[in-house]
Every structure is written in structure tokens, then in C-alpha cells.
């Protein structure tokens, strides 16, 4: 709360607030020197982040006032910035890519999205270097897996046991009767009615997946057996068996109408199809068009980008393809507005935030006659995606024309 105060003192200094408190705290210093105590103060927290601290001394007589007395034109001055600052912090700001216009100085917190500060975002901030989250492997995967969103939605809500199973009713003193309505033989629980129902494993052997981890004393037990060890495809089916054999228990609840083992497993299947077509029909285009679609992929531990992108034509007919990789602290979607400048074969050697970012793709895009651009679901996007990915080897970089590298031959021909 102090920082949004802080903020707003930075951005409004004449509004009343920003007024009052300097004349009550720091009446004959500006915010920033009273910041800075502050920041000492705090010293320790910032240790944990050491990349957000300028590491070398303010050199003596310094007559630099704006960040754009570092730079010539639309690029960083290299030979006064190697003066002015050591190695590391040299190599940090020749990283921090330069937007193709010009702009005040402003400020920026990192680590919002729209680089305005929030409580919120402060806090996370400071709680994520502390936090050890359990599990946290099974929950990234969980959350990438290409299901449905209503069906990640239930799975999540069953492990953290809140879905409304019969016995978790009863436990908060509704007057239900807990036994399973399918079976009738045991209480209703939700690892019951996903796992060892008998007509939960029949539906699981009806799957190809066999019945997983069927010995599984606990819902989250079951699922880091089942669903950590499995490949992508079968931890999708495993999320879209477990909300079908719940889809199915409402209907046999609440409509009398339950289908049979097999049958739920079909249904499962085809929604997990009907979905992947719902989600494939967006990246079609018109004849007279062709289709670009790009990705980055960042590789936290080597501090690198890698890009990829692909051109194709309205019929799915591969046409170009480009892979490449370079070393930068920039955020994804950052790296993925670069794209779109780069493959407009501007040179560039300077880049901005994301917001700077989009203007500059915007100008360069205005340049056609007609272009769109528009976001597709990664499901939609794997030929570019799996270009980005490889291209941190130098083998996975380059550029393609009319003939596609061996690694995406498949996926455009499915795709
Ligand atoms: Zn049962």
C-alpha cells in the first residue's frame, strides 16, 4: 500500500496527497533521496533480486539527466555507456532492446503488465522467491495440458476437494445420503467416483489408458501416479475421462440419465476432438492470403530467446519458415512482438517494452495494405511453437524456403 502511495508521489508530485506527505516526511528532500534510504533500509529483501539494482557508483560530475543522453538516434551510445558503467551493468543495458520511436522518460514497474505498479503485484513479487509451492512440477503441467478450460476447471476443483460429492456434503452437515448412486456399494468421495467406482474402471478399461493408479489412497495420490507419468495425449484423456465420469453422475443424479461405461469415455473423446477442430478452424484464411504464424519460446536458464515462424498459404501449403535465437532478459510476448517487426525485414538492433512494442508492429504493419493480426490458442500454433523451441541449438535455427526443416514435416502435414 505504502508503494502505490509512493507511486502516485512519483507521478502526481502536485497532487494534494503527494503535497501534504512531503511536507510532513521529507519537507527538505525529494521523494527519491527519502526513497533511497528507504530502499537501503530494505536492503536485504533486494539482495534476493540483484538484477533490479544499477551496480556501479554514480561517477562523479555526471551531467546525464535523461536515459536518451545514453543513446544516439535509436540506439545505446556504446562507448560512453562502457565509460560510465561496469561489465555487468554494461551488458544489462545494451540488452534492453530500443522501440523504433521516441518517448519521454517515464516510470516503469517491471513486473506488471501494463508497467504500473499495484499492491498486488508488489506483493507477489516479494512472496515468490519465498514461497515453496508443493507439488508445484504436477500443477505446471496440469495447467498446460490442452483440454478444455471447463474440464481443467473440474479437475482442479476436485483436487483441491471442493467439488459437491455426496460424502463432502454430508461432512458439512447436509442431510444427503452418501452412498454412491451408481453403485450403491461404497460412500460417495471423489476419488470414489473417478477412480474406484466399479463403473469408474470399467469406463477407465474401456479407455486405452487401462485403470491407472487404481490403488491410489487419495485423489492427489491417484493423479501424481497417473497423470505425472503419462504422455501428453493420455494426461488429456486422463483430465477429459475424469470430468466425463462426473458429467455422467449429475446426469444420473439430477435427470435419471446415466450412458454406459464405454459410452462415457466416447463422449469424453469426442468433445476432446470437437474441441481441438473448434480450436484448429481458428488459423484458417481465405484464399488470396497467407497465414504467419510466429511463437518465442524463453530458455530462463541460458537467458535466451528463440523465435520461430512459418508462412503458409489459404490452402495449408508451406511457402517459408525462419528459426533463430538470441540472448536477451525480454519477456515472451515481448519476443513475439519482435517477431512480427523482424519479419518485416527492419533492422533492428534497439527494442522497448511490450506497449512500445505494439506501436512499432503497428507502424510496420500499416505499411501493407491490408494485414491482420490476431491471437490463436498454442494448440493451434505448434509448428511455429515447436520452431521457437528448437531453435535454442544451432541446429534447430535458420531459414527455409519452399522445402520445411525435418522437425515440422510432420506437424504441417497435420496441421
Ligand atoms: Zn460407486
Same mark, same amino acid.
Given at each position: 500500500?505504502?508503494?502505490?502511495?509512493?507511486?502516485?508521489?512519483?507521478?502526481?508530485? %502536485?497532487?494534494?496527497?503527494?503535497?501534504?506527505? /512531503? !511536507? #510532513?516526511?521529507?519537507?527538505?528532500?525529494?521523494?527519491?533521496?527519502?526513497?533511497?534510504?528507504?530502499?537501503?533500509?530494505?536492503?536485504?529483501?533486494?539482495?534476493?533480486?540483484?538484477?533490479?539494482?544499477?551496480?556501479?557508483?554514480?561517477?562523479?560530475?555526471?551531467?546525464?539527466? =535523461?536515459?536518451?543522453?545514453?543513446?544516439?538516434?535509436?540506439?545505446?551510445?556504446?562507448?560512453?555507456?562502457?565509460?560510465? @558503467?561496469?561489465?555487468?551493468?554494461?551488458?544489462?543495458?545494451?540488452?534492453?532492446? *530500443?522501440?523504433?520511436?521516441? %518517448?519521454?522518460?517515464?516510470?516503469?514497474?517491471?513486473?506488471?503488465?501494463?508497467? %504500473?505498479?499495484?499492491?498486488?503485484?508488489?506483493?507477489?513479487?516479494?512472496?515468490?522467491?519465498?514461497?515453496?509451492?508443493?507439488?508445484?512440477?504436477?500443477?505446471?503441467?496440469?495447467?498446460? &495440458?490442452?483440454?478444455?478450460?471447463?474440464?481443467?476447471?473440474?479437475?482442479?476443483?476436485?483436487?483441491?476437494?471442493?467439488?459437491?460429492?455426496?460424502?463432502?456434503?454430508?461432512?458439512?452437515?447436509?442431510?444427503?445420503?452418501?452412498?454412491?448412486?451408481?453403485?450403491?456399494?461404497?460412500?460417495?468421495?471423489?476419488?470414489?467416483?473417478?477412480?474406484?467406482?466399479?463403473?469408474?474402471?470399467?469406463?477407465?478399461?474401456?479407455?486405452?489408458?487401462?485403470?491407472?493408479?487404481?490403488?491410489?489412497?487419495?485423489?492427489?495420490?491417484? @493423479?501424481?501416479?497417473?497423470?505425472? &507419468? !503419462?504422455?501428453?495425449?493420455?494426461?488429456?484423456?486422463?483430465?477429459?475421462?475424469?470430468? !466425463? *465420469?462426473?458429467?455422467?453422475?449429475?446426469?444420473?443424479?439430477?435427470?435419471?440419465?446415466? #450412458? &454406459?461405461?464405454?459410452? =462415457?469415455?466416447?463422449?469424453?473423446?469426442? @468433445?476432446?476432438?470437437?474441441?481441438?477442430?473448434?480450436?484448429?478452424?481458428?488459423?484458417?484464411?481465405?484464399?488470396?492470403?497467407?497465414?504467419?504464424?510466429?511463437?518465442?519460446?524463453?530458455?530462463?536458464?541460458?537467458?535466451?530467446?528463440?523465435?520461430? +515462424?512459418?508462412?503458409?498459404?489459404?490452402?495449408?501449403?508451406?511457402?517459408?519458415?525462419?528459426?533463430?535465437?538470441? +540472448?536477451?532478459?525480454?519477456?515472451?510476448? +515481448?519476443?513475439?512482438?519482435?517477431?512480427?517487426?523482424?519479419?518485416?525485414?527492419?533492422?533492428?538492433?534497439?527494442?522497448?517494452?511490450?506497449?512500445?512494442?505494439?506501436?512499432?508492429? /503497428?507502424?510496420?504493419?500499416?505499411?501493407?495494405?491490408?494485414?491482420? +493480426?490476431?491471437?490463436?490458442? #498454442?494448440? !493451434?500454433?505448434?509448428?511455429?511453437?515447436?520452431?521457437?523451441?528448437?531453435? %535454442?541449438?544451432?541446429?534447430?535455427?535458420?531459414?527455409?524456403?519452399?522445402?520445411?526443416?525435418?522437425?515440422?514435416?510432420?506437424?504441417?502435414?497435420?496441421?
Amino acid at each position: 500500500m505504502l508503494g502505490n502511495q509512493g507511486w502516485n508521489i512519483i507521478n502526481r508530485p %502536485h497532487s494534494l496527497v503527494a503535497r501534504v506527505l /512531503k !511536507a #510532513r516526511y521529507f519537507p527538505t528532500t525529494s521523494f527519491l533521496k527519502h526513497l533511497w534510504a528507504t530502499i537501503l533500509a530494505f536492503y536485504g529483501v533486494l539482495k534476493e533480486a540483484p538484477d533490479l539494482l544499477v551496480s556501479t557508483p554514480p561517477p562523479p560530475n555526471c551531467t546525464l539527466s =535523461v536515459i536518451a543522453d545514453l543513446m544516439i538516434g535509436y540506439r545505446w551510445n556504446e562507448s560512453l555507456i562502457a565509460q560510465l @558503467f561496469n561489465d555487468r551493468d554494461r551488458s544489462c543495458i545494451l540488452n534492453i532492446p *530500443l522501440s523504433l520511436s521516441s %518517448h519521454p522518460d517515464a516510470w516503469c514497474w517491471k513486473f506488471a503488465s501494463k508497467s %504500473h505498479y499495484s499492491v498486488k503485484n508488489a506483493y507477489r513479487f516479494l512472496v515468490a522467491g519465498f514461497r515453496h509451492r508443493e507439488g508445484s512440477e504436477i500443477w505446471s503441467r496440469f495447467w498446460k &495440458t490442452k483440454v478444455p478450460p471447463k474440464v481443467l476447471n473440474f479437475c482442479w476443483r476436485a483436487l483441491v476437494n471442493v467439488v459437491p460429492c455426496l460424502s463432502l456434503l454430508q461432512s458439512r452437515r447436509v442431510p444427503v445420503d452418501s452412498m454412491c448412486p451408481l453403485c450403491h456399494e461404497a460412500l460417495e468421495t471423489i476419488l470414489h467416483i473417478l477412480v474406484q467406482c466399479p463403473f469408474a474402471r470399467s469406463c477407465w478399461l474401456s479407455s486405452p489408458l487401462s485403470w491407472p493408479a487404481f490403488s491410489a489412497v487419495s485423489l492427489r495420490e491417484w @493423479f501424481s501416479l497417473a497423470f505425472l &507419468t !503419462a504422455s501428453a495425449e493420455n494426461a488429456s484423456l486422463i483430465l477429459m475421462i475424469s470430468w !466425463a *465420469l462426473w458429467h455422467n453422475r449429475n446426469n444420473v443424479v439430477w435427470k435419471a440419465q446415466g #450412458r &454406459t461405461a464405454s459410452g =462415457v469415455f466416447f463422449m469424453a473423446l469426442n @468433445f476432446l476432438q470437437q474441441w481441438r477442430g473448434a480450436c484448429s478452424d481458428s488459423t484458417s484464411c481465405t484464399n488470396g492470403w497467407i497465414k504467419v504464424n510466429i511463437d518465442a519460446s524463453l530458455n530462463s536458464q541460458r537467458s535466451s530467446l528463440g523465435f520461430g +515462424c512459418v508462412v503458409r498459404d489459404a490452402n495449408g501449403r508451406f511457402i517459408a519458415a525462419k528459426a533463430g535465437c538470441f +540472448c536477451s532478459q525480454m519477456e515472451v510476448k +515481448c519476443a513475439e512482438a519482435v517477431l512480427i517487426v523482424s519479419i518485416n525485414n527492419v533492422s533492428l538492433d534497439d527494442l522497448s517494452p511490450f506497449g512500445l512494442l505494439i506501436q512499432d508492429c /503497428k507502424l510496420l504493419l500499416s505499411s501493407y495494405e491490408d494485414a491482420r +493480426c490476431s491471437f490463436i490458442h #498454442r494448440s !493451434a500454433n505448434d509448428v511455429a511453437h515447436v520452431l521457437a523451441t528448437s531453435a %535454442h541449438s544451432e541446429s534447430g535455427q535458420g531459414v527455409w524456403v519452399h522445402i520445411p526443416p525435418p522437425h515440422i514435416v510432420s506437424l504441417i502435414a497435420l496441421s
